[in-house]
């Protein structure tokens, strides 16, 4: 595992969990962790119960031992180390968004589809999928409960940043992070409109903000929290991002990411409408699945909430009974089994880097609309360089 | 009254209902409703409680002993109805959308500019302003409760469009409604937004779409229902609008008002965020606000679901205890009280007809911004013909 | 109308809109309202639209020109006026409790069941029967949708009294009152379950509790509000009720009704479960009604909040398109609108005064059970007196 | 660990996670796994990633390298294993209910005061005392946030037995299981009362209920699920038990245990009223926390969602950011994590055999009161035997 933030932890979680809980096809042995400072990447490796640490991603990636790596650092390392990990003939798991860049992206994907040939697995981590109620909207649009989609709703907002003293975290410096609330969490909702309606987006129109523009150093701190240190600084990315995509089959979709909306501290929602029905999620109660269905009996229509902890849904048997929910890092529990389950089957496990791309290109058709005064923009144009 | 279709219940509940819950400075007479059809009008005249019916409107605002004029007719109509009435020196209380056009609209504000020179007052009915929780929400506002505002989300969703059986009512036509989900339930989020915030929208970017553009011609019918003839026309007006607005202090505000967000039947839902707190409201709990401060104790803050029936928030006292709920309809015996109060202490109410104007102008650049591919549009700029 | 309270508000506005909303059999007349103080009684009669006002009951029962004879007044002066009423043939609407004991309301139910032999009608203000979602929880039982019912639970929490300073209300004092949470809410707990499940409660144990003994007595006010005189008083009734029944079928419903549950203002809930489904009702979200279906297909089952809005709903349709929202004084309209029909008809309406008894009977083994340790005690037995 | 299977597995998940997440001040091994079955054992011990596994827990409980012992077989059992573990000097997590019955119960309490004066500690499983929400529930109350307790409601409803074909698991035996709803769930809401108001129950009044009474005899199956086998066998334990208690400082409190509650899965709500505030909780939503402030601001009043899931929040800050959400499995991991710093820090854990004791006198005092026709009993007085 090449990083040890916020993500660290999480994926600690999934690969410890994930062979206790499910009936894996093959063990899971938690090697080594990389980090920049060793005795930091030493403490977490320890705590998290990996093997070893190291301090070079190149001789992790070399070792003959390690059939898997996972990526957990931020967007812009990505590419190098996902290509040579790749070519090492290495499985990987790469955080998202996929990188920073479509460019970056595309060598990516072609990496991925030439490991592919030789039989090596690379997933994008968008986790959310594999939430039980995320894949459960899924199935559910795909068994045609909504029937034909006609609008989807997508918002994902927090509001860390409403406190004026949070400091200049990697996340809100473009070099680090290549956008802002667009790409680390709007990616997320591209992912699962895209996911869910099983349709790509092939325009968009979109409205990028930056609400505080300089902010306190960053002291230290790593993921969504951290201590200032003196001085200020530009922060270089958007902090909202508002956009409209059509979807493939004609929908329009509206997205919202933003780190401004006070009180709200996790609140990925989407809600798709159909002709037949509607769903609809919420992160910060995600055991839960709304569903509307325009065929129940007149009289007692109304959204559903469905608690999904039943033995039948997603993911579920392997855990507790019905009415004993689960968290935030389940999806990352699921999303290690199902790494390991495609590795042993010798599929290719989905988001596939090629969905990551798409995701990057529907982010770059937004700043590109952005830059256009929001005119609608194809995602199929050339890219931003 | 011109006109006695939905809003010509609503309105006469208020007319009915205002003078005997309030202590109102004057009494109200129901004195007559005009209708085209004899017949029908004389029904629910008679069944409304209207001392008379009419067919005539110009008849009507010529008599000397009528003192309000209220107009609950198809845009379309508005304006040449009410500047003649208001140079008959009547009151006028004009249902929103003020016009179908800038054009109209302006005229209309010029009328009533000339006319409250004579003491004659006008309003517009954007009646949710009048709801306990929304005069609620904005007082909030104006207190410094959410300090200053960064973002604004609001949406109106209902799905009687979804059925393609429903037929072509004068809401589907151009010509009668001026335009569809946009300036039939959008106008009411511009409204809103420029009520709680205190201010103007100043520039948009937005998409309008119709999902269903043949529709069988509709039989008999009115409001938001009717029954199916024979033969099909086209819908000429959009039945989803998704928009962007900047407000004045600089924050940008989300706009959705569609027809098809299924299973939701009248979800008119605000959120405000600021800096020092949010508040969220949405029409199908229309008794509750919701508020987050963030100035409330560390581990204790949330959003608080306030229900808005206490004898201290607006309107409340002279309705029922504590916890005793009220309904849609109360804002309009709200809106009625206000007025004849206004009209007595010879005061303009709110919102004016240049409330109204100001949000024609914004649906007007929704519009131009649509046909531009959604680019920003100064709502400033000269209004379309 | 007998009385002037909140009540006399409340059913001023059923009589004012039940004709003007929906199509009576026949018109109402507001004739005229009593009370005891002339100035008071009369101020109130002219703002609610009564055409006049007087001071002796009496007098009013007598008059050849009144048809029914609505009583409003607290529940110990019940017997005397609507026995009176009914034998001068006057139709009645008597509010709940239908009296303070067991003794009057077994006369009150002879008188009636005398006048409905000679066409004349009574009826008890269990107004929440009517709120459409109550009806509607009604007919979904009665269809079958919960199956055999094995468990109700309901509970009526105010907060009011949790305030020391509130004073010494009729409410508070037995010999106006009766008893206190029970009788006052408790008494619409027993109806709406006898109602709803369309069974008896044959056996109940229950305990009663008075949280605060000694209150500031009371300077003027009436309902649920009023302001301190000088001087303490005791509270002579219980401010918390706890009971269980068994239903003539066997299921246990457990009860809670109490002005101590801080925070809740208004908030009767119920909840009804059987083989087949459930069903959940909360008064101060009046227009949800809350179903959850056995017979759903594995995988989508859950509580589905219906928003009982819709034209088949009942009443719904004469009020307003889906969406729009009643509260909770639609339910006097609607009580004000079935008595005219039940009259005109010439049928009994529910609830009879046979109703009203049979839930002062389930009240009384209420006081006697926890009189006796909250041992179980039949409902059948011989009241106390 | 004695036993292995639903609770096996939670505590699996807690002892494996506890040192990976939180910083322990001694590490944990996972020694050995007891079944009776040593096949199924041995399977399940390697896939939890238990060192060993054995099928005589007194070898266990003799071993030299054991200094725990987690015992989380059926209630029949605890007492034989937890005395003598503690007589071996072992620490024990002993689940809930401590014992069947109070005599058991004496003695295994008896046996943790003697072992704890040799450094010996014991802890019972009432894990949800340490779900963050309810932690905090408990500090709210403690730093006098709702005032003086006047009334505490508490419900654990679920629906698995609605279906005539579960099958007769252990937990409908008498002989296993000691009680039904009432031992195993009701128990929780006893604890929990206890735990966050402070308060003894010294007095009660319970009703028992047996809905279907009889069952298929079961097959195979752990848990709360099961195959059934042939023939039918009688359910020996209440499936609903509804009692009313009475705390120490005076307020009632009521309860309500049932696994006929259609639609709840896993309802555990508690709500505590008093005359500074309320707080509510909902096991379904086990992250969030309602609380009602009494000296907040008139106006602003209400309900207030906290999200729990704030670093200050307790337990939180080990896990994720704010807004990311923990499921059922995390009480155990919070168990795990105090008992080790207990039993490193020489300091008795809570809830104690003590806590547990004071439990089953009062599942005692109910089923006393039970057979006594719901006559309010002391807890004090004498068990049964
Ligand atoms: N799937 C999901 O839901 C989430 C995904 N993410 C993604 O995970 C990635 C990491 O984010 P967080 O863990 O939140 O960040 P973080 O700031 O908590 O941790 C980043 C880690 O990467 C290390 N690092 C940075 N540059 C490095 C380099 N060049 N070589 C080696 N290590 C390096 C840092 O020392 C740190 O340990 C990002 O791509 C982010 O978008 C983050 C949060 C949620
Ligand atoms: N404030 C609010 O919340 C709402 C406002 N409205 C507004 O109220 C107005 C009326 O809408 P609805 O009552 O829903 O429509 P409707 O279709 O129910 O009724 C319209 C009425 O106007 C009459 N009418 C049409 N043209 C006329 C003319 N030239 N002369 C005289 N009468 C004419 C029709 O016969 C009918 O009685 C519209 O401007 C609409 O935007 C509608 C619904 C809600
Ligand atoms: N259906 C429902 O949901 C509700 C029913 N009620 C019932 O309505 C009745 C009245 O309650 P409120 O209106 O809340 O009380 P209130 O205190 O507001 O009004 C009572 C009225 O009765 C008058 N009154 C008292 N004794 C009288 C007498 N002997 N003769 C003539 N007038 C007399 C008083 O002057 C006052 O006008 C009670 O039986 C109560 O249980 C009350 C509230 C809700
Ligand atoms: N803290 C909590 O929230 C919960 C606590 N519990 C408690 O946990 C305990 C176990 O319940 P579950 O795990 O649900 O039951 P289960 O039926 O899933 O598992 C019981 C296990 O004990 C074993 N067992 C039974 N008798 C034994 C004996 N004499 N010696 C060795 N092993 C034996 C069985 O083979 C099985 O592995 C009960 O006391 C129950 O009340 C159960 C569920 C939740």
Request: proline share 4%.
């Amino acid at each position: 595992m090449i990083g040890h933030g916020f993500m660290g932890a999480a994926h600690s979680v999934g690969w410890r969990q994930a062979p206790r809980v499910f009936d894996l096809p093959d063990d899971v042995e938690m090697a080594v962790v990389v980090g920049r400072d060793a005795d930091a990447v030493a403490r977490d490796a320890a705590h998290w119960g990996w093997a070893e640490s190291a301090t070079d991603w190149r001789d992790v990636v070399a070792r003959d031992d390690i059939d898997i790596v996972d990526i957990v650092t931020p967007g812009g390392s990505h590419a190098e180390i996902a290509i040579a990990a790749l070519e090492a003939g290495k499985h990987v798991l790469c955080e998202k968004p996929l990188a920073n860049s479509v460019e970056d992206a595309e060598a990516m994907t072609d990496a991925a589809a030439r490991a592919s040939a030789r039989g090596v697995r690379a997933l994008v981590g968008f986790t959310y999928r594999r939430l039980p109620a995320v894949t459960l909207l899924r199935d559910l649009i795909a068994e045609g409960r909504v029937g034909r989609v006609q609008q989807v709703r997508a918002a994902y907002r927090q509001d860390w940043l409403v406190d004026p003293a949070m400091p200049l975290a990697w996340r809100l410096q473009k070099e680090h992070a290549g956008s802002g609330a667009l790409g680390d969490i709007g990616a997320h909702l591209i992912d699962m409109t895209r996911f869910v309606t099983g349709q790509s987006i092939d325009a968009v129109s979109g409205t990028l903000d930056t609400i505080i523009a300089r902010r306190p150093l960053q002291g230290s701190g790593s993921g969504l929290s951290g201590v200032a240190a003196e001085g200020f600084g530009e922060v270089t990315v958007d902090d909202v991002a508002i956009f409209t995509g059509r979807l493939a089959e004609g929908a329009l979709a509206s997205f919202e990411a933003t780190r401004f909306a006070t009180g709200r501290k996790n609140a990925l929602t989407i809600e798709v409408s159909g002709d037949a029905g509607a769903l609809a999620f919420d992160l910060e109660r995600l055991n839960e699945l709304q569903y509307f269905d325009r065929s129940a009996p007149e009289g007692v229509q109304g959204f559903t909430t469905i608690l999904v902890t039943e033995p039948s849904h997603p993911y579920v048997s392997a855990w507790w009974p019905a009415g004993h929910t689960l968290g935030y890092e389940h999806g990352f529990v699921h999303q290690a089994k199902d790494l390991v389950e495609a590795v042993v089957a010798g599929t290719d496990p989905h988001p596939s880097f090629a969905d990551g791309l798409a995701v990057q290109r529907v982010l770059d058709a937004v700043e590109r609309s952005a830059e256009r005064d929001s005119a609608w923009t194809s995602v199929g144009e050339p890219a931003r360089h």
